[in-house]
């Protein structure tokens, strides 16, 4: 028999395991946020059951890592709990096999980092905690749980933490996320406030990380617009962090909502910031990229949008700028598409009676003439006054089509006769 992975008193965790509630909320303490094991094992045992298993699996290793090694599907107990959920990370295989070994690995090495999480779990208490604080535990059998995130499969969250308008789902409907570097210029803050207030004016809710720089300046310009904006937090909705921004998120909180994936008193970190990311792209109908350089973190949120598919775009900026050379990254790849404003914005995430107006350059005399009246018009003289018959072989057009155009130039002020010819006015 091998050593236990962890340390639990007879009587088992200090908490109702078998309550989902409580149950979901320890996984989100147990699992670091996108794990695709936690999120593939909960998804198919439920939260009670997984934990179940995994309080099984960590008291004694050796016996789980000989179920799982039987990758073809699991033994069901009396209660119709799977014994094995290794077959849950991939198609059921008879016997061992390559998939077989690998999908048993990675179940045993998260049994291993998940153990030691177990001895001091305390749901309950970090629930009081968000109650203390207005909030609301969502999980993906209520109503207002966002069923944008199903696009993630296994990585997608097992709970969130909210503070503010509980009901996601319908902040989610018409969204945007607006997203960019810490590190931003003043011509990327004048542009995110621009399209902010602009996608805000849309009714659209406008979603970012709640970091400094362009993710500020996007929830400002909800703000000031009266529009409801989300931040996801890297940590814990009771840490509203960066505490430079804790009165913007706070405004947040009461025009739109704090979420977090990870329960109160988790501390921000770098891989939680990249994780929360892929919600920020999963939860709205389309992202933009303001400015980020080539290191940026919101270049993480552009990358899980395309692979889910999602609309993408990013906002040019000068060529010798570094702040924007992320963006033109995107576009070399052909990754993303231009957008300039709040029209083209709303017009690339398919707002329904929105579309971008088509830009073009400043108007000239001639521009609605037709083929013939144009190629007349450039045959037409400057100094010395020619024939009507001259100008139709210049032109390359037929007589009648040439008397005619030079009828329609002298109406519009573009032609004049003298000298019995005809010259350019």
């Known amino acids: 028999m091998g050593e236990p ?44 059951g997984a ?45 061992p096999s390559a998939f077989g070994t690998r999908a048993a690995g990675l179940v045993v090495a998260a049994v291993r980092r998940w153990a030691p999480r177990l001895e001091r779990l305390d749901p309950e208490g970090e629930l009081a905690v968000l109650a203390r604080y207005g909030g609301t535990f969502l999980t993906p059998d209520d109503p207002r749980w966002p069923t944008t995130f199903a696009g993630l499969g296994a990585a997608a969250p097992l709970c969130l933490w909210v503070r503010g308008d509980p009901d996601l789902a319908r902040l989610a409907e018409r969204s945007v996320s607006l997203v960019g570097s810490r590190a931003c210029t003043d011509y990327g803050i004048r542009v995110t406030r621009s399209l902010a207030c602009g996608l805000a004016d849309r009714g659209f809710t406008i979603v970012s990380g709640g970091a400094n720089g362009i993710d500020a300046e996007a929830h400002r310009g909800a703000l000031v617009s009266g529009a409801p904006t989300m931040a996801f937090l890297a940590g814990g909705v009771d840490r509203l962090y960066p505490a430079s921004n804790t009165d913007l998120l706070r405004r947040t909180i009461e025009q739109g909502a704090v979420v977090a994936e990870a329960p109160p008193g988790s501390v921000p970190g770098k891989q939680r910031f ?106 037409l003289p400057v100094r010395k006054p020619a024939h009507e018959r001259s100008i139709a072989r210049a032109a390359g057009v037929a007589l009648g089509d040439a008397t005619g155009a030079l009828g329609l130039l002298e109406l519009m002020g573009l032609a004049e006769q003298k000298d019995g010819g005809w010259l350019r006015r």
């Open 274 to 379: 990249l994780k929360r990311n892929r919600l920020i792209a999963s939860l709205t109908s389309g992202t933009v990229v303001v400015e980020a350089s080539v290191r940026s973190g919101a270049l993480s949120t552009a990358n899980h949008a395309v692979a889910l598919l999602r609309p993408l775009g990013v906002v040019p900026g000068p060529v010798t700028s570094m702040a924007s050379a992320g963006c033109h990254e995107l576009l070399r790849r052909g990754a993303a598409v231009c957008v300039t404003d709040a029209a083209e914005a709303a017009e690339l995430v398919g707002d329904v009676g929105e579309t971008a107006p088509q830009r073009r350059g400043e108007s000239r005399p001639g521009d609605d003439l037709d083929a013939a009246g144009k190629a007349v018009l450039d045959a």
């Open 5 to 48: 992975l962890f340390e639990l008193p007879r009587a088992g965790l200090r908490f109702d395991a078998d309550d989902p509630v409580l149950a979901r909320a320890a996984w989100s303490r147990i699992a670091e946020p996108g794990d695709p094991v936690a999120g593939a094992l909960v998804g198919n045992l439920g939260p009670a």
């Open 51 to 95: 934990l179940d298993w995994l309080v099984d699996a960590a008291r004694a290793p050796e016996r789980a890592g000989a179920v799982l090694r039987r990758i073809g599907g699991g033994t069901a107990n009396p209660g119709g709990r799977t014994d094995a959920p290794g077959h849950l990370l991939g198609p059921a295989v008879e016997g």
